[in-house]
């Protein structure tokens, strides 16, 4: 996925809050946005990834909440969604 801009992760309550929550966000080269939404209290993984992101050559927007709105129109055609 080396061209992703957008990850949008919804509605994923048993996403760990830990590393293992998501890894490879640091691969994403391309990545612009980042979106936790509807995953429940996660405070070690955000923690996690706004340190991950800091130090990403892009400095992707990192959103988190309950009901964010996508920021551009292409983000119905390049978001990424996992469920669990």
Request: proline content about 5%; overall charge positive; charged content about 20%.
């Amino acid at each position: 996925m080396p061209e992703l801009q957008q990850l949008w992760v919804n509605r994923c309550q048993k996403l760990s809050d830990d590393d293992n929550g998501l890894s490879g966000v640091l691969h994403l080269l391309n990545l612009n946005e980042l979106v936790l939404k509807k995953c429940g209290p996660k405070e070690k993984l955000v923690q996690l990834l706004q340190s991950q992101l800091s130090t990403h050559v892009k400095r992707p927007k990192f959103l988190v909440g309950k009901s964010i709105s996508p920021t551009s129109s292409e983000a119905s055609t390049s978001t990424a969604t996992q469920t669990g």
